[in-house]
Nanobody, 129 residues
Framework: QVQLVEIGGGLVQAGGSLKLSCLAS????????MGWFRQIPGKEREFVAAISVNAGTIAYTDSVKDRFTISRDNAWNMVYLHMNSLKLEDTAVYYC??????????????????????WGQGTQVNVSS
């Protein structure tokens, strides 16, 4: 199993950009589908973006399409979330998640938080007006 650490949260003005990174430890990162989720107090954890093992398939929730970009670097065990044109409603704790998959699922993305077995500790993103 991998372990995940998110890096890069902070305070940014509306309309600005922020890049989140997720570092995975362990030797099996390249067999894990990855996802980004976010959560605000009192609400359920929300799907943001997902990327398949081989990066051949990517998925976004509608509210971040054309603004956020998920990518991964299997050589460095990293997943990224580039966030542009940030809005006040993007304020949340952002979590990186990993799901170990069999090779026949290497093109599959996963949108449900219950699909993922490994989570990072989260990083706070605050968007101000």
């Amino acid at each position: 199993q991998v372990q995940l650490v998110e890096i890069g949260g902070g305070l940014v003005q509306a309309g600005g950009s922020l890049k989140l990174s997720c570092l995975a430890s362990g030797h099996t990162f390249s067999s894990h589908a990855m996802g980004w989720f976010r959560q605000i107090p009192g609400k359920e954890r929300e799907f943001v973006a997902a990327i398949s093992v081989n990066a051949g398939t990517i998925a976004y929730t509608d509210s971040v399409k054309d603004r956020f970009t998920i990518s991964r670097d299997n050589a460095w065990n990293m997943v990224y979330l580039h966030m542009n044109s940030l809005k006040l409603e993007d304020t949340a704790v952002y979590y990186c998640a990993a799901k170990d998959v069999n090779s026949y699922l290497y093109y599959t993305t996963f949108r449900s938080s219950s699909d993922y077995g490994v989570w990072g500790q989260g990083t706070q993103v605050n968007v101000s007006s």
